[in-house]
Each structure stands twice: as C-alpha cells, then as structure tokens.
C-alpha cells in the first residue's frame, strides 16, 4: 500500500490529489525558464512538464527517484539524491526552485527558505506549494505544521524581496468531494472521543493515519458518489490567495 503522501498517477483513488498537484505544475511551467532546481521530485509526474520549459533541471528528493526520460530530455534532467536542508548546491546557480507539497514536511522550515534564497540568482524566484491549513480535515501527522495564507508570506518575505500569494482553487465538482471526503473523515475522527489525534506524538499517528487516509480514498472512489474519477485538471484554477483555497501557492522573488 502506497503511502497516501506520496501522490500518484496511476492509484485512481489519488486522482483528486493528482489533479490538484498537476495544476500547479502546469502554472509553474507558464512561469519558470533558464536553469531550475525542483526539490521534492516525488513519483516525477511532474518532470516532463517542467523540464521543457528549462535549459537546464535538477530535480532532487531524499528517495532514489526514477522517472523514464524520452528524447532531449534526458540531456537536459539530472535526477540527485538529497535531504534538505542544507541544499548541498553552489549559491547564485538557479533562476527558479519550485517545491510542491514539501516545505509542510520540513522541520528547520525558515531554514529551508534562507537555503532556497541562497541558491537562486539574484532576481530568481521560488514557487511552493502547500496545503492550506484553514481547509485540512484533520491533523496530518506526516506534516511539522501547516500555513494560514498570512503565516507563509510573512516567512517568505523574511528572506526573499516579495511574494506573489495565489491559492489552488476547485470549482462545483471538485468542492463535491472535498465535502464527501469531509463527511467521511468526520465518521471516522468521531470515535477519537479524547481527542488524541491532536495529543499524541504525531509519529505515533503516522501509519494508522496513513492506512486510514488510503483507505478512505478507496472507499470513495468504490462508492464514486463524489465522481472522484470525473475530476480533471481544468476542474481547478489558480487565484489570489483567500482563506478557501484549497493550496497555497506561492511565487518569492529574489532581490536582484
């Protein structure tokens, strides 16, 4: 069983979650160019997207990633192992990092942000994504915290110039399952009568919230009540950032 942090695109239970992240990559494409690092490659569903757009792309993650490359691109990707932070990489190489669902799992995170700053060129830019904590349906304990829309601005601009601040949004269909999904957490959370979800060690709640979590997703696409499988990426859209977007995301602008 896959863990359920790790999206991906072929368990058609993940398809809300797959949608969901690929609509930030194919936003990212719109903006990245030049040499660019991604940390956190993931299953690499995101890779021949980017990759095009790049003269040049590292992307990092602290498992061994393998991601079959066609034509020029396997000139242009490299694929490196590595735990960040520290980011093992020369300061000043990078016009852009991008980094999806990954800064949520972070422990030294303003250290993690001064790292990215220090790699990119002067005037590069991060974009990140992250979920949106004001719309979890419960604690995630694979996460050292989550960020209010203010809260992740206010750690950006600690290092970087400014921050463009958009949210991932779902339209009718997607806000269908997002309530489904939030039913069928309640029925589960309601036996948690002491509350232990939020009082415990959060890596004791890791793997029973994690077969939960693949469980659910199952259930729902077996009942389909939600037409979880009728989800597409034009199903979600990237707006300025409200206290209802499903994600953050953020584009930080170095100083030139």
């Known amino acids: 069983m896959q863990t359920a942090e790790r999206v991906s695109h072929t368990d058609h239970s993940d398809n809300y979650v797959f949608q969901r992240?690929?609509?930030?990559?194919?936003?990212?494409?719109?903006?990245?160019?030049?040499?660019?690092?991604?940390?956190?490659t993931g299953s690499g569903?995101?890779?021949?997207?980017?990759?095009?757009?790049?003269?040049?792309?590292?992307?990092?993650?602290?498992?061994?990633?393998?991601?079959p490359l066609s034509g020029d691109l396997q000139q242009k990707v490299t694929f490196q192992q590595m735990t960040v932070p520290p980011i093992d990489l020369p300061d000043n190489t990078f016009d852009f990092v991008i980094s999806f669902q990954v800064i949520e799992h972070i422990v030294k995170d303003e250290d993690y942000v001064r790292e990215i700053a220090r790699v990119l060129k002067p005037g590069g830019a991060f974009v990140l994504?992250?979920?949106?904590?004001?719309?979890?349906?419960?604690?995630?304990?694979?996460?050292?915290?989550?960020?209010?829309?203010?809260?992740?601005?206010s750690l950006l601009l600690k290092h970087f110039r400014s921050v463009d601040c958009s949210g991932?949004?779902?339209?009718?269909?997607?806000?269908?399952?997002?309530?489904?999904?939030?039913?069928?957490?309640?029925?589960?959370?309601?036996?948690?009568?002491?509350?232990?979800?939020?009082?415990?060690?959060?890596?004791l709640l890791q793997i029973p919230y994690d077969?939960?979590?693949?469980?659910?997703?199952?259930?729902?696409?077996?009942?389909?009540?939600?037409?979880?499988?009728?989800?597409?990426?034009?199903d979600f859209k990237v707006a300025p950032a409200q206290e209802d977007c499903l994600d953050l995301f953020y584009v930080a602008h170095k100083a030139k």
Do not use: C
Request: without cysteine; glycine residues 4%.
């Open 21 to 40: 992240s690929l609509r930030a990559y194919m936003d990212a494409a719109q903006i990245v160019h030049g040499k660019v690092l991604e940390i956190g």
């Open 45 to 67: 569903y995101g890779v021949e997207i980017i990759a095009p757009k790049t003269t040049e792309f590292l992307t990092i993650d602290k498992f061994v990633t393998e991601v």
């Open 129 to 153: 994504t992250t979920p949106n904590r004001k719309m979890s349906l419960t604690r995630n304990p694979w996460h050292i915290r989550e960020y209010s829309v203010q809260e992740l601005e």
């Open 168 to 203: 991932v949004y779902g339209n009718e269909k997607v806000m269908q399952y997002y309530q489904e999904n939030k039913k069928s957490v309640e029925r589960i959370t309601r036996f948690d009568v002491l509350n232990l979800q939020y009082r415990l060690p959060r890596q």
């Open 211 to 234: 077969i939960l979590n693949r469980l659910n997703r199952r259930k729902l696409l077996q009942n389909d009540n939600s037409g979880v499988m009728n989800i597409v990426l034009e």
